[in-house]
């Protein structure tokens, strides 16, 4: 297929695109500036210079392709409007990406017990709400004529497979050690996050393309670990044993912001991704978070930083 592709300077638009790409689809890969298209353009991949902003490009676009990816921002409606409108009556697929903070608490660092699968029905917080609202109105699309897919992943850890290399909420606790010499986390760091490989998230991503029935919903998940667990992995890298220190959800904000503070590196986001194994016969397979901390990209990283004794 031809596949348009948004957010391919991205994290998961990146792996997803060299994915994709490996199988032998044609990627189009949306960018915004002369510097991305030549980026991606060594990657193998056709640049389309452009933004999320212009709708008229993006409705010309989506008719040009085969099928639409949109990883690029999970919160922007007018782009997922425009290609909703640009696929309607095609039958063309249609990805989406959401997150699973849309199932998040705002704990401050202590333990949930909620756990959710495709089928639990979701009451979001106000941060999240417009989120949740895209995710049903493209679900909804099936009725118009497009086979609309999202997935959702829950934390993505490992090294990305396309221009960034960089996922975000494990470097960010690494820079965290770094910046005061020991790993901390949020309250207690009790709170617990559903996590999944960024190989195993490019994978689901070519299966829903492919195979996903109109109106899909795919969790993303293959283990959790809470924040403590993994604050206790970077120290072990780092030598300092697994010690770790706890910090007030303020100083939480004043590092990553309110709502990453709140809404990620504080919360509770516990998923199970049922329907992505059963229904499109997903086996994810890449190496656990602590793993990959303790001996893959991210002890590489501490290694390389001297942040190991």
């Known amino acids: 297929m031809k596949v348009l ?83 309607a009556g095609s039958g063309k697929p249609f990805v989406h990406t959401s ?30 709400v417009d989120r949740v609202a895209i995710d ?10 497009v086979r609309s897919a999202i997935v959702c992943p829950s ?22 050690a770094a910046k005061h ?13 559903s996590n999944v490989h960024v190989t195993d998230v490019a994978e689901l991503y070519r299966l829903a393309l492919e195979k996903a029935p109109a109106g899909a919903f795919y969790f993303a998940e ?20 697994g010690r770790t220190e706890s910090m007030s959800l303020e100083e939480g904000v004043a590092e990553w912001g309110d709502g990453s503070a709140n809404y990620t590196m504080g919360s509770n986001s516990r998923v199970r991704g049922k329907r992505a194994r059963q229904e499109l016969g997903w086996q994810p397979t890449g190496p656990s978070c602590v793993e990959e901390i303790e001996t893959g990209c991210y002890a590489e990283d501490i290694r390389a930083s001297g942040l190991a004794a």
């Open 181 to 193: 010499g020991v790993p901390k986390h949020i309250g207690p760091g009790e709170n617990i996050w």
């Open 155 to 176: 934390l993505i850890y490992g090294e990305g497979l396309g221009i960034k290399k960089d996922s975000m909420q494990v470097p960010w606790l690494m820079a965290l």
């Open 136 to 145: 049903r109105d493209v679900r909804a699309a099936a009725d118009k004529g």
């Open 5 to 87: 592709l948004t957010g391919i300077t991205g994290y998961i638009g990146g792996s997803v695109a060299t994915r994709l790409r490996d199988v032998g689809h044609q990627v189009v890969g949306l960018v915004r500036s002369e510097a991305g298209a030549a980026a991606v353009d060594g990657q193998g991949i056709e640049p389309l210079v452009g933004s999320i902003e212009d709708r008229d490009l993006l409705i010309k676009a989506a008719g040009n392709a085969d099928a639409v990816v949109h990883t690029a921002n999970a919160h922007h409606r007018p782009s997922v409007e425009a290609f909703l409108d640009g696929l």
């Open 99 to 128: 997150g699973s903070s849309i199932v998040g608490d705002m704990a401050g660092g202590v333990a949930g017990d909620a756990i959710y699968d495709e089928e639990t029905p979701l009451d979001p917080l106000p941060g999240r």
């Open 222 to 241: 293959n283990g959790e670990n809470a924040m403590q667990e993994l604050c206790e992995a970077i120290s072990r890298t780092m030598g300092l044993g």
